[in-house]
């Protein structure tokens, strides 16, 4: 290990050469808070504030590569840029050249380089078009940025050195003390002649990883057993992953939980294991699958093409939610040869009698499921995946409607199919996981009695909608099952309450019946619209919407009237056609 540390002012930290962010930083993320504790410590420390430690690896001369003070370095370009373009606004060109060789410099081939630097090349316009260069020189080629934490930072800095400027009269004071006062804060800057060894001092200035994420430390771990690349291509893998989680529809499930189903859903060490690894112990148990030696950076690029590869299926699951099914998803993530849509259609919709229950602990399994379906062609058959995410659906949503909450059962019924399923290496292999999987689910899963006591509990009006996606999907699904004249799926179906909810308050114990699946049905929207509140003068246009199966209702509709005991027998049916459509294992 060769690296070295020592206490520098920014002045001679910048003038080392060109720092260069990569891709798998976190973007910038100060906001005004930040940027006013900023100012107030360097007003008070003008000798020299402290600025933390700053991470760097590379050679002794050239582009070195920041592990670690991103943030604090941006900031204070940011702030040197704004002083140099008020020393523009004042006409101060000696003051401005004083400054500006902090901000950027000129190569060995005469071209002009910034000081800073983000591989990402929309974080390097931000900064770049936006802040770094010269007000009075920006065209903007990519757009302002407005909304930019960069630019928001650099309109605050303003903002506070017109305030101060204002308050004492003396513009040029001002950005000299603001000036001398920036250059001469410190930092302990330590260099490493390699990223791996970095990443070990980083963690250890970060309090033995106390104050790093699950994923930081995972990151650190990986990326130091990777050879550094000219075209960066693996921090770009990790930069996708993280991108696909962040912006997954599945918005209660952040990037240590995603790591956590992600790792859960492999057998690290080739077994079948039982206990999930927790999430606290997730960075030793991939350090010891990364091993060391020669074979350590093959597994590393294992796991980052596995983590991407996850991350891609996680990303399809949230498409898969928010179109309410759709196959489409789906489509990009097949060989054009492979796609069916009827066979992704069965699917699809089976994976959304999973998702719409906003459970967590089957991603382990389902992550494995179609990792597997997606890259094994070979022998595993779309009717075997459909099998299996049925007999999960049933039990999962059985599970969640009866308000059960996670446990270690739970928890080792879906890890130890995520292994076996990671682990196959044929059908038989894929049947006898499910086996496994439903013998559990037979002894654990919610009774008729809880599944329907979770039922009579679902409720929907125009304030209450947390339980709309299952009231749909329960609807829905009864209709499909059980009527031979079904409504167009093809086109949204709208929940109609078959006794108006107008005028009927929530909070009445009388009328909580209004709002339960027994006085609730499928219409399409336009004919929604358009109906009158009195069921007896609306009864005839229901009746074209009514399945066979809809015994209740339809005697209702003859007779002309409806009420809340015909909503109870009602409920009870749907009840007992809930129990034969999602059976317990």
């Keep these: 290990m060769q690296f070295e540390a020592d206490t520098k002012p920014l002045q001679e930290i910048l003038v080392v050469g060109q720092h260069v962010i990569p891709r798998y930083q976190r973007r910038y993320a100060w906001d005004e808070l930040n940027i006013e504790e900023f100012w107030e410590d360097l007003r008070k420390n003008k000798q020299g504030h402290f600025l933390g430690s700053m991470v760097v690896c590379g050679p002794r001369s050239g582009e ?178 993280i991108d696909l989680v962040e912006q997954s529809e599945l918005e209660n499930i952040d990037l240590s939980q995603f790591l956590y189903y992600h790792w859960n859903s492999i057998a690290q060490n080739g077994k079948i294991a039982g206990d999930p690894v927790e999430e606290k112990k997730i960075r030793r148990s991939v350090e010891e699958f990364l091993g060391s030696g020669s074979g350590s950076r093959d597994r590393a690029k294992d796991f980052l093409e596995g983590f991407v590869c996850s991350a891609t299926i996680f990303d399809a699951f949230g498409k898969t939610l928010v179109t309410g099914g759709a196959a489409e998803p789906w489509k990009e993530l097949v060989a054009e040869s492979r796609w069916h849509q009827q066979k992704f259609d069965q699917i699809s919709w089976t994976l959304y009698g999973i998702l719409v229950t906003g459970a967590a602990q089957p991603l382990m399994l389902l992550l494995a499921l179609m990792r597997k379906y997606l890259e094994n062609d070979a022998w595993m058959r779309s009717a075997d995946l459909t099998a299996f995410l049925r007999e999960i659906k049933n039990y999962q949503f059985r599970w969640s409607i009866a308000g059960k909450g996670s446990t270690s059962t739970h928890r080792r019924l879906y890890r130890k199919a995520a292994t076996m399923v990671n682990l196959a290496q044929n059908s038989g292999d894929l049947r006898k996981a499910m086996r496994e999987f439903c013998d559990g689910a037979s002894k654990k899963g919610a009774t008729d009695l809880q599944f329907k006591a979770g039922l009579g509990k679902l409720v929907y009006s125009n304030t209450r909608k947390k339980d709309v996606y299952k009231v749909r999907y329960v609807l829905r699904e009864i209709e499909t099952s059980k009527s031979t004249r079904t409504l167009d799926f093809s086109r949204l179906q709208t929940i109609e309450h078959i006794e108006p909810q107008a005028r009927k308050s929530e ?64 409920q009870g049916v749907f009840e007992d056609f809930a129990c034969e459509i999602w059976p317990k294992a």
């Design 64 to 241: 070195r590569e920041v592990i670690d003070g991103q943030q604090r370095i941006t900031t204070a370009l940011i702030l040197l840029s704004v002083l140099r373009d008020e020393y523009i606004r004042l006409g101060e060109t000696a003051l401005v050249g004083g400054i500006e060789s902090l901000i950027k410099y000129i190569d060995l081939n005469g071209k002009e380089r910034f000081r800073l630097e983000n591989c990402d090349g929309s974080a390097n316009n931000r900064l770049v078009e936006s802040v770094l260069t010269p007000e009075k020189d920006r065209q903007y080629p990519n757009g302002e940025y407005p909304d930019s934490l960069e630019v928001a930072a650099r309109k605050k800095f303003e903002h506070l050195i017109h305030a101060e400027q204002a308050r004492t009269g003396d513009s040029i004071s001002i950005l000299n003390e603001m000036r001398d006062s920036l250059v001469r804060a410190e930092a302990v800057y330590v260099w490493a002649d390699s990223r791996s060894d970095a990443f070990g001092v980083f963690e250890t200035l970060n309090d033995r990883g106390q104050s790093l994420t699950v994923v930081d430390l995972v990151k650190n771990t990986i990326f130091s057993r990777l050879a550094e690349r000219a075209d960066r291509g693996d921090e770009k893998m990790w930069v996708k992953a």
């Design 507 to 570: 909070s009445t114990p009388r009328n909580s019946w209004v709002f339960k699946l027994g006085n609730l049905m499928l219409l399409p929207g336009d004919v929604n619209s358009t109906l009158p509140n009195s069921f007896s003068e609306k009864a005839p246009k229901l009746a074209h919407y009514v399945g066979e199966f809809d015994e209740v209702l339809l005697e209702a509709i003859n007779d002309g009237a409806w009420g809340n005991e015909l909503a109870g027998r009602r």
